[in-house]
């Protein structure tokens, strides 16, 4: 490979899903970490389904899931009989997989293993992350980003300059490359609500990969996750009642159990092990006012950092991640639109701040007052309040974020509606009808007589033109338009309906026909009515680029997205 033109600092989910892609791409980086070795704790081990259809396409996915346990199933126990379960649920909403939806369970995988998956890829690309390699400074100069690189080599400090065409910070919420770029991280971070987060081993208790909880967070608060691993469980206490400052201060084994015992008045649960002590946590609700200067960028916790009631966090981290990595490598290839890159904060900006909503709602649900007051009144009738902890609990299909979409970006566009969409539900609704910006629909399809599905013909490296229609001239302009563009960049995949059979002159320039046996391509995208042609653009992250109807509209979306050097279209 040649010199890398793109450094990422940061070694996360985010982090290794940019540098992921960007490979897949063809695009050589550097990713480096200040850590001098990679951690070992639990953190965010919640995949959402969308992130699920990312890893397919970046290759991943089927290695997270064999390591990834179900989502938990929560199990509360009676306030005056803590050997007593009182009601047990899913955490998740349990919604069956469809021909659309693919993936529509939730999983369990422990950050530092996910992370292992993803190196493992990276490394098959000949990439690899440097540990102990810290960014000290950025300055932006013209076409280059100069940056001043610390290294610990053998115990000493080796200083390095390196210059590069693009930096991208995926270094957390204390992010270096934020503060180099002087982008104020407006929120609050609460007082209340405080938690503590140990990673353990303990004994007595079967895992099955659930989630124990006692107490609540009105007074002592505890609860245990199955890390899916042996007797390996993520531990949590909070609850004012609570001797935080002792745990803080001695981090150890005798105190973190004595807490326990207490909050969960369970004396037969002996924590063994820690295996990661995490420490104290406060609910730092911040967003980057800008994810963008110039040739630098910032994504994941650099850009946002929230509560981690919801599990969107890592989920929309990596997210930023894919949405900004097609756009750069096309940048770096020198075929990206000068409005390109500038869409990854157009499009990422509405989303993060609906989920900094939606996760602080939750966390309020959880922390707040109300709740409290509701507990205790349950507790003063002799009730076990479970209704409020289902309330507490309960995660729906909005979290799974299939829905979020960029109706409302400055590079998409769509043909049939006049004026476009400028109404930012970020999240969206579940069933809503397919518009450019939406998540692209899968659907199992026949190639060559062999059953595939769309999400196996897609990719992170190019888009791909779903061509509804037959061999009429507007098909042909709109072939004409796709064969301006390079080869590698776009592929035109023809879609015919059960017993369809065109003239011959349809299949001319087309890399891929499909046959929709069963239909779920024209449903999936609102053509199991429509005859008239129309192509439908799917950008290399999967999300709906464009629906247009004519071969002018298909010019006018890809000088949205690629630069005229790479495009002659025009």
Known sequence: MSSPAVLIVGAGPSGLVLALTLLKNGV?????????????????????????????????????????????????????????VVKSMNVMEQLDPTPTFPEMRPVQLGQWKHQAILRKAIEALGCSVELGTALESLQQDGEKIVTQLIKSIDGEVVPEKANFAYAIGADGGRSTVRKSLGVDFIGETREGGVMFIVDCVVEGIEGNNDFYVWGDTATAFT??????????????????????????????????????????????????????????????????????????????????????????????????????????????????????????????????ST????????????????????????????????????????????????????RWSTVVLDERFAGGESTRVAYGEPEQDVRAGD?????????????????????????????????????????????????????VLLVLAPGEMPAPTAYSGVDTVIEDKNGYTRKGYGRDEQTSPVAVVVRPDGM???????????????SLVFSRAGNSVG
């Open 355 to 406: 989920m900094l909503e939606i996760t602080t709602e939750l966390y309020d649900r959880t922390f707040n007052a109300d709740t409290q007051r509701k507990l205790a009144a349950a507790r003063a009738a002799e009730q076990v309040g479970t209704g409020v902890h289902e309330q507490i609990w309960f995660r729906g299909r909005k979290l799974f974020q299939l829905d979020v979409n960029y």
């Open 223 to 352: 609860g245990i996750v199955h890390t899916g691993l042996d007797q390996e469980f993520q531990l949590f206490l909070s609850g004012p009642n609570l001797d935080y400052a002792t745990l803080k201060a001695e981090c150890s084994l005798e105190v973190l159990q004595k807490e326990f015992s207490r909050a969960s008045g369970r004396n037969d649960l002996v924590i063994k092990e820690i295996t990661s002590w995490q420490g104290e946590w406060r609910a730092n609700i911040r967003m980057a006012e800008k994810f963008q200067i110039g040739r630098v960028f910032i994504i994941g916790d650099a850009a946002h950092t929230h509560s981690p009631t919801g599990g969107q966090g890592m989920n929309s981290s990596i997210q930023d991640a894919f949405n900004l990595g097609w756009k750069l490598a096309l940048a770096v290839k020198g075929h990206a639109s000068p409005s390109l890159l500038s869409s990854y904060e157009v499009e990422r900006m509405p989303v993060i």
């Open 439 to 491: 998540r692209a629909p899968d659907a199992p399809v026949c190639v060559g007589g062999k059953g595939t599905r769309l999400f196996d013909i897609f990719g992170p490296d190019h888009h791909s033109v779903l061509l509804f229609g037959g061999a009429g001239e507007t098909e042909a302009g709109m072939l004409d338009v796709v064969h301006a563009v390079p080869s590698d960049l776009v592929k």
């Open 544 to 558: 709906v680029g464009a629906f247009t109807t004519s071969a002018e509209g298909l010019e006018n979306y890809f």
């Open 28 to 84: 050589p980086v550097r990713i480096i970490e200040k850590d001098a070795k990679h951690h070992r704790s639990e953190r965010g081990p919640g995949v959402m389904p969308r992130t699920l259809e990312i890893e397919h396409f970046l290759g991943v996915a089927d290695d997270v899931k064999k390591a990834a346990a179900r989502s938990p199933v929560l199990h509360m126990h009676d306030p005056k009989d803590p050997y007593k």
